[in-house]
């Protein structure tokens, strides 16, 4: 069965990194549009980066934006979630998702809650001293 893998998290201290990764297994991730998400406890699911087929457009949250950098490779079918600097608010279970819809064109984070097509098992990152 298609699905999304995530893999990447774990605990950090503040001002560390990860590489979180979210792999497609099944399907190829052509024409789709990828997406990360985040929840912390107690709180709304928020966007956080998102990348256009194949790669040319990016968008990035303002609280992460100039921290976090968002890649894919399209052979490995593979998308990429650089996280630098991380701080307490940082602290969250990640969700990757796949959309084709979304086409080739500009990305947006505005909906976390919407229809995608494939979610990630969704991965943990915890900052903290």
């Known amino acids: 069965q298609s699905h999304l893998v995530e893999s990447g998290g774990g605990l950090v201290q503040p001002g560390g990194s990860l590489r979180l990764s979210c792999a497609a297994s099944g399907f190829t991730l052509d024409y789709y549009a990828i997406y990360w998400f985040r929840q912390a406890p107690g709180k709304e699911r928020e966007g956080v980066s998102c990348?256009?087929?194949?790669?040319?457009?990016?968008k990035y949250a303002a609280a992460v934006k100039g921290r976090f950098t968002i890649s894919r490779d399209n052979v490995r079918d593979t998308v990429y979630l650089d996280m630098n600097n991380l701080k307490p608010e940082d602290t969250a279970v990640y969700y990757c998702?796949?959309?084709?819809?979304?086409?080739?064109?500009?990305?947006?984070?505005?909906?976390?809650?919407?229809?995608?097509?494939?979610w990630g098992q969704g991965t943990q990152v915890t900052v903290s001293s």
């Open positions: 990348i256009s087929y194949p790669g040319m457009h990016t």
């Open positions: 998702a796949a959309d084709r819809k979304a086409g080739s064109g500009p990305c947006t984070i505005a909906f976390p809650n919407g229809n995608y097509h494939h």
